[in-house]
Structures are given as structure tokens and as C-alpha cells.
């Protein structure tokens, strides 16, 4: 870079860590501002420099504007990259990081008021000639909302001409509805965005959400690089993007891209923007919004174009020139899978928690995991982008179900079995996916597996991995731990891998089947993703299962109904981890109860000759 020789990067997770990769390869040195919650995280490992900017909350360190900027000034950052999301789309925060000295890595402040406003970027559209959805905007009356939506008919939209990511859009279906509707939505405005203006939109039913790529450089040149199509949303958040879009003709191709940037134009743009459209079944068109920053979702462009975003960023934030539209190569087709931190089963409900560790497909993966990181409550529960490429759009969707099937995250619950179920929507495979699609069909659920499979792999990877301290002689017996159900599995070496008895089947199961398992095993169970499932299996032969150690780490539990044969050791006996506390025998096997660290035994509950309940207190540590 000419202009500046180190950047601050004003964000977090896998972005943070996108911009770093891009920042070091032009050889900027990189300063990462984070949160106490995020000290762990690899950008913040990876970084030249890392700057505690304040505790976990956002309104306390990522949004905290003046002492993000003393952050970038202090350590000799010359320009700031305020990624996605947090302040990434605040003209008062860019003019005061220009005010600063710093370069701002995004559109100028200007150009971002003039598309910002849902409102303001309509009345752009329309100068540039471009198709807006009917609606009405400005006068805040009920009176002039009411007007405008009797006459283009409901159902309509309200929506807060500030928001973002799907939030303060709100549907009316009826007359009756407008009034308490809009009460609501200005509520939630004004919370979210700290402004309550709102305007009406007809709603456009069965829609596929169509956006436009841009970038303007510093001398008034203008290109487009392709369209992306994010139709696969659930309540108005992108799940699934692809690039090209299957839903649209060459045509409207072409007039979708001249039309984004015409509007860049108009607006005066400059850096990396994204120009939305919904587009109906029958081809017509209509503008949305513009999204002043980089999109989550803009590795499916660069993956078809071949350019880095993040570098023609930093390059056109430092004045160079764009390069020519003509020299925009497009090649193949695209797709990327968000992974969220959410439980499908439970409504999404987000997770938290630590990450236990982590097997991810071969191919482009943007993410922040670190073993050991906790997800927490402070921030969006995006946790990594799968993005493949093919010939096709065929080969692309046959590669990212290829990859979803080997990603494992241990420790949390992910949404990838619902991303691969849509993958599998016949909507999905003709390319008709419209952007209420997912709120009102349920993705298929993959085939729940044959009951002691899952346990039968389990034993066989772990065979296969280390062998057990209990083998007996070529016969490995084990206990496992599935949701609530205890299985006994007995492993044996066969002529083309394992033999696998339980419950009175027999599974044969080859080393190139497990080779094709994501899976991760530790001192506790194995993690294992199945036809794109993912089973947690505790080992119960481990008397301290990890979640008991969780729960009290104190407290030594039976860990199945038994008898208790031997007890070993006494009350204020110092004992080592892994140190045999006593023997129980179930099922017709005998384990070792041991001890979770070293440490001395406050209380001995266990009695030998008597039985013992599943979970029931046998020692209790000091
Ligand atoms: P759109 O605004 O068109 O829905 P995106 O889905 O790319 O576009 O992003 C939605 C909004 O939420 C944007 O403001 C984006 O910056 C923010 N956002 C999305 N995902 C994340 C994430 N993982 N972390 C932080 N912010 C995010
Ligand atoms: P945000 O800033 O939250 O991304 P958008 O205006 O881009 O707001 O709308 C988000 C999503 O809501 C769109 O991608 C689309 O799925 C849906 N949507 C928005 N406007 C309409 C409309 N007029 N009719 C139908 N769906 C719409
Ligand atoms: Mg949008």
C-alpha cells in the first residue's frame, strides 16, 4: 500500500480473521481490537498487535467509538477496516475515523448516507432508474400509511428504514393490524436502531432475493462483480447463498448488474457495496436496499471471479484504480453454508458454551473455532461459512452436502443437519427457493441410524485409535452412553475391518468407512457425524463422565446401575488422577471407577457387597 503500512481491524470472529489473512499477504502489519470475551480467538493470536478494547458486550468494546479510534491510534494503525456487522455501516463513526487521520476502509461517509436510509436509497433507485417495490415513504402519519397500503392492497411490510439483518420488518396483513403494527415496529426500531422512521412496502410474495456485488474506486469508475442469490432465509436471515443465481436469465442478468451500477453511480460510490433486489417468479424486478460494506456472503463472488474483496478494499481504499468491467471473468458456480451455534431441534435457540474441538471439510473454510473458545451470549452465533466451488451448480451442491457431512463442532449444537436438509428441498435443487421458503416448509430430516450403530462406530474408532486399558486379549468390550440409553458393545477384529456386536446385531464395519467419518475421540467419548448427523458418545467405562465432572467437580458418580465389588480407598486418603476409587460390575462386565484429579477423599459413600444406582454418589472429594 502507498498510503498506509499497518491496519486496524475494528471487529471480531471470522471476519476479523478474513481481513487479517488478506491484510499480512499485502504485507500491512495488523492491529485487532477484542473483548474480554474474545481473548482467545485466533485473530487475536494471529494479529501484530491486539488491543483489549473493553468487556464482553458490544456497547462496552466493539461499539465503543472513541476508544476503538484511541485503540488504532495508539498502536500506529494507519487505516481502520471495520469489517461486517458493528460499526461497519456508520457514516458518524467513518467521518470520525477520517477525523482521526485514519483511512477508512469502506465507502465514503458521504456516499453512505446517501444509500444508508432504506428510504433515502429508494429515492436514489429511482433517480438512476431503477425499480423500487411500491410503498410509501417520508410523512410518519398512520393516516398516510394507511393510505398507501388501502391503495396498493395488503399484505404489506413495515419496515424500519435503519434496520438490517432481517430485524424491524414487520408483516400487516389487514387494515386492523396497521395501526398496532406500527407501534410495534417503531418500539423496535427505536430499541434496536435508535431510530424509529419506518416505511411501507407492498409485499412481494414468492420472491428470490437477487444482490448485485459493486465497487467504485476513488476516480469514478464503477464495475460489478455478478450476482449472488440468498433466497435460502429463515425469518429474513441468509442461510444458504450461491453464486450465480439459478433464478435468473441472462437478460435480466445484465440488467440487474447495469441497473446496481447505475445506482452506485448515482449515489456517488465508492469501496465495496452490495445492491439488493427481490425478484418474482415471472422475472419482473425490484430494487430493496444497499448494503454500505461487505457482505458475510462475499466469498461465493470472489470464488467466481477469482478476486480477493477484502485486497480491492484495502487497494482502492489506498486510490488505486479499479480494474476494467471487461476484465471480470466469471467461472462456475458457488455456494456457501452459514454455521450457526443453534439448536434446529429446540426452536434455534442459540448455544454457548466451549468449543471441544473440531473437524472441518477440506476446501474454503471461514471461521473463527479454537478449541477451547466459549461462544457467548455477546455476539451473533455465527460460527463458520462452508464454501465450495464446482463446474456447476450441480457439482457445487454435490460438494457442499460432501462437506457439511464432514464437519463436525463438538461441544455445541449446530444448525448443519437443518443446512443439509435443505440442500435436499426438490425447491432448493430446481434453484426455486423463494425467501419465505424455509418459514413454512421444514427441511427433510436425514434417516435416524439402525439403534447400536452409532455405538458400533464408536467402539470401532476407538479400537481403532488407542485400544482400551480393559481389552481383553482380541475381544474389546465397551459401554456407551447415547442420549439417555446405555449400550454394550463387544469389538473384534474380522477378516475386512471390525466386527461389532450389540443388542444382538452384528455390524461389520471397514477401516474406509472410518476414514470417512468426521469424528474427534477423546478421554471421555468419541463425536461422530453420521449421514450428516452429529452423536456425542460418552465412554461409561470412564467412571468420571465429563458432564458429572462438570456438574460438581467434587463429586465421584456410579455411572450405571451395578454392584459395587470393591472399594478401595477411605476418608482423608490423598488419591491421583485416574487413581482406581473402586470396582463395579454391570452388565456383565467389571469397570474401574477412578478419580478425576488428584486431590483427597472428603467422603466415602460407596459400601462394598451393596448396589448402586446410575448417577448415585460414591465419593465426594475435598
Ligand atoms: P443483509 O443485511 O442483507 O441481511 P447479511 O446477512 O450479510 O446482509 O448481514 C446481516 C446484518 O447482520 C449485517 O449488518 C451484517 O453485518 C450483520 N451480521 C450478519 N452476520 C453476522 C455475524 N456473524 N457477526 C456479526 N454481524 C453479522
Ligand atoms: P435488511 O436490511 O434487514 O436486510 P431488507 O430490506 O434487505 O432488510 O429485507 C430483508 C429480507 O426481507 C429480504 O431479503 C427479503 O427476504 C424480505 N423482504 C424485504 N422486503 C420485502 C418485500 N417487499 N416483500 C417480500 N419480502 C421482502
Ligand atoms: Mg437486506
Redesign the pocket.
Known amino acids: 500500500m502507498n498510503n498506509f503500512d499497518s491496519l486496524f481491524i475494528a471487529n471480531r470472529g471470522e471476519i476479523a480473521l478474513r481481513i487479517l489473512r488478506t491484510a499480512r499477504r499485502l504485507g500491512l502489519r495488523v492491529v485487532v481490537g477484542y473483548s474480554d470475551a474474545d481473548r482467545l480467538t485466533p485473530a487475536v493470536k494471529e494479529a501484530d498487535v491486539a488491543v483489549r478494547l473493553g468487556a464482553g458486550p458490544v456497547g462496552e468494546s466493539y461499539l465503543n467509538q472513541d476508544s476503538v479510534i484511541a485503540a488504532a491510534l495508539a498502536h500506529g494503525a494507519r487505516a481502520l477496516h471495520p469489517g461486517y456487522g458493528l460499526l461497519s455501516e456508520n457514516s458518524v463513526f467513518a467521518r470520525k475515523v477520517v477525523a482521526a487521520g485514519l483511512i477508512w476502509v469502506g465507502p465514503s461517509p458521504d456516499s453512505m448516507d446517501r444509500v444508508a436510509s432504506?428510504g433515502r436509497a429508494k429515492e436514489v433507485a429511482e433517480r438512476a432508474g431503477v425499480p423500487t417495490?411500491p410503498?410509501h415513504r417520508g410523512a410518519q402519519d398512520l393516516a398516510s400509511f394507511q393510505r398507501a397500503a388501502t391503495a396498493m392492497g395488503y399484505p404489506?411490510?413495515l419496515?424500519a428504514t435503519a434496520?438490517?439483518?432481517?430485524?424491524?420488518?414487520r408483516l400487516v396483513n389487514a387494515d386492523a393490524e396497521l395501526a398496532s403494527g406500527m407501534e410495534l415496529a417503531r418500539g423496535e426500531a427505536l430499541n434496536a436502531f435508535g431510530d424509529g422512521e419506518l416505511l411501507l412496502?407492498?409485499?412481494?410474495?414468492f420472491?428470490h432475493?437477487v444482490e448485485v456485488q459493486v465497487f467504485g474506486d476513488h476516480h469514478g469508475h464503477v464495475v460489478h462483480l455478478g450476482e449472488r442469490d440468498?433466497?435460502a432465509?429463515r425469518r429474513?436471515q441468509?442461510v444458504i447463498e450461491e453464486a450465480p443465481s439459478p433464478a435468473v436469465s441472462p437478460q435480466l442478468r445484465a440488467t440487474l448488474c447495469q441497473q446496481a451500477v447505475a445506482l452506485a453511480r448515482e449515489a456517488g460510490y465508492t469501496n465495496a457495496g452490495t445492491v439488493?433486489f427481490?425478484v418474482t417468479p415471472d422475472g419482473q424486478h425490484?430494487f430493496?436496499?444497499m448494503?454500505t460494506r461487505l457482505q458475510v456472503e462475499h466469498p461465493i463472488t470472489e470464488m467466481i471471479t477469482d478476486l480477493d474483496l477484502v485486497e480491492w478494499q484495502l487497494r482502492i481504499a489506498d486510490g488505486d484504480h479499479l480494474f476494467a468491467q471487461g476484465q471480470v471473468k466469471f467461472r462456475g458456480h458457488a455456494m456457501e453454508a452459514r454455521i450457526y451455534a443453534e439448536d434446529p431441534a429446540d426452536g434455534f435457540r442459540p448455544q454457548t458454551g466451549p468449543i471441544r474441538g473440531f473437524v472441518l471439510p477440506p476446501g474454503r473454510v471461514d471461521h473463527f473455532l479454537a478449541e477451547y473458545a466459549q461462544v457467548t451470549p455477546h455476539y451473533d452465533a455465527m460460527l463458520a461459512k462452508v464454501i465450495v466451488h464446482g463446474d456447476s451448480r450441480e457439482a457445487a451442491l454435490a460438494q457442499l452436502e460432501s462437506a457439511l457431512g464432514r464437519t463436525l463442532i463438538a461441544g455445541l449444537r449446530t444448525n448443519t443437519m437443518f443446512l443439509a436438509g435443505i440442500l435436499r428441498m426438490p425447491d432448493f435443487r430446481a434453484g426455486r427457493m423463494h425467501?419465505?421458503t424455509l418459514d413454512h416448509v421444514a427441511p427433510p430430516v436425514p434417516e435416524a441410524p439402525a439403534p447400536g450403530l452409532i455405538a458400533a462406530l464408536a467402539s470401532a474408532l476407538t479400537f481403532q485409535g488407542e485400544g482400551w486399558s480393559n481389552s481383553q486379549g482380541r475381544e474389546h468390550v465397551g459401554l456407551w452412553r447415547i442420549g439417555g440409553d446405555t449400550v454394550r458393545t463387544v469389538c473384534q477384529s474380522h477378516p475386512v475391518g471390525f466386527e461389532v456386536h450389540v443388542q444382538g446385531v452384528v455390524h461389520v464395519i471397514t477401516p474406509e468407512q472410518l476414514s470417512k467419518l468426521a469424528h474427534l475421540i477423546d478421554r471421555y467419548g468419541v463425536n461422530l457425524v453420521w449421514n450428516q448427523q452429529t452423536f456425542r458418545v460418552d465412554n461409561a467405562l470412564h467412571a468420571f463422565s465429563r458432564a458429572q465432572h462438570v456438574a460438581d467437580p467434587n463429586i465421584v458418580f456410579c455411572p450405571m446401575a451395578g454392584s459395587l465389588l470393591k472399594v478401595l480407598v477411605q476418608a482423608g486418603e490423598s488419591v491421583r488422577r485416574g487413581q482406581t476409587l473402586a470396582v463395579v460390575e454391570a452388565m456383565k462386565m467389571q469397570m474401574e471407577i477412578r478419580s478425576p484429579r488428584d486431590g483427597a477423599i472428603a467422603e466415602v459413600l460407596a459400601r462394598a457387597g451393596t448396589t448402586a444406582k446410575k448417577q448415585e454418589t460414591l465419593f465426594r472429594l475435598a
Request: proline content about 3%; aromatic content about 6%.
Open positions: 432504506k417495490v410503498g404489506v411490510l419496515k434496520g438490517g439483518g432481517g430485524r424491524g420488518i412496502e407492498k409485499y412481494v410474495p420472491a432475493h440468498c433466497s432465509q429474513n441468509k439488493e427481490l425490484f430493496l436496499e448494503n425467501t419465505r
